[in-house]
C-alpha cells in the first residue's frame, strides 16, 4: 500500500474516533508524534516495516 492511502486512511480512522490520538499511533510506530505530523503532512515515506506495522495497526 503506499503512503498516500496510508495518509487517507489513518485521517479518516482518527475523524470516525477509531483513532484516539496521534501520539499512541505515533508510539506503536516507534516515532515521534512530530514525526508522524511530518508523515501525515507528506514530508517524507514510510519505511517498509512502518507500512506494515501500520496496515495490522489499522
Known amino acids: 500500500m503506499n503512503d498516500e492511502a496510508l495518509r487517507k486512511?489513518?485521517?479518516l480512522y482518527?475523524?470516525?474516533g477509531f483513532i484516539k490520538?496521534?501520539?499512541e499511533l505515533?508510539?506503536?510506530l516507534g516515532m515521534t508524534?512530530?514525526?508522524l505530523y511530518n508523515w501525515l503532512g507528506g514530508y517524507?515515506?514510510?519505511g517498509y516495516k512502518n507500512?506494515?506495522?501500520l496496515n495490522?495497526?489499522?
Do not use: C, G
Request: proline share 0%; aromatic share 12%.
Open 21 to 23: 490520538n496521534y501520539y
Open 51 to 53: 507500512k506494515q506495522t
Open 9 to 11: 486512511r489513518v485521517k
Open 26 to 28: 505515533a508510539e506503536l
Open 44 to 46: 517524507f515515506a514510510l
Open 33 to 35: 508524534e512530530k514525526s
Open 14 to 16: 482518527k475523524a470516525m
Open 56 to 58: 495490522k495497526i489499522l
